[in-house]
């Protein structure tokens, strides 16, 4: 015998039979790809059946709307990574490249660093990448920001800070 649906997987039920073919078209409309636009629908009803307070929905479509576009700008930044990353190892010796395991755990690792980055202030970012990427010095990246080496030691520290966190999730 199956257990009654809470009220809040009511309503999300609800908003699926009623809203789901809009979303899918909605997504479709804006990727181009209606394979994708299906997952991201489907993502974007599980996204709610995850959370544990479900708001109160005067304007669903906005809600659904809103919660698929961070599901699509998600899943842009990972085909650009991945594409990115992909071009990289074209560029490595075969024998250099790692198992596909190896190559699929470092994209991951690779796109939790770029949502990372993306989350920081803008010249937290900055000078983080220019310390890490293009081996610029402290004063030259104060001299290129207009701020004190002091503040540069603090931005990329705040960067690596989070870097770390990231790597122990």
Request: aromatic share 6%; hydrophobic share 45%; with cysteine.
């Amino acid at each position: 015998m199956s257990s009654p649906l809470s009220a809040s997987q009511g309503i999300i039920r609800g908003l699926y039979q009623e809203h789901h073919a809009w979303l899918r078209a909605w997504i479709n409309r804006r990727l181009g790809c209606s394979n994708w636009a299906a997952d991201l629908a489907q993502d974007t009803f599980v996204n709610l059946l995850l959370k544990n307070d479900l708001p109160v929905l005067h304007e669903p479509r906005a809600y659904l709307s809103r919660v698929a576009h961070g599901l699509m700008v998600d899943h842009v930044r990972r085909r650009d990574m991945e594409r990115a990353y992909l071009e990289a190892l074209a560029l490595i010796a075969p024998d250099e490249v790692g198992s596909p395991e190896a190559r699929a755990l470092m994209l991951e690792l690779l796109v939790r660093l770029d949502i990372l980055l993306d989350g920081l202030p803008a010249s937290t970012r900055t000078a983080f990448l220019l310390a890490q990427l293009e081996g610029a010095s402290y004063q030259e990246i104060a001299t290129r920001l207009g701020v004190s080496v002091r503040t540069v030691g603090s931005y990329v520290s705040r960067a690596m800070l989070q870097c770390m966190v990231l790597l122990q999730e």
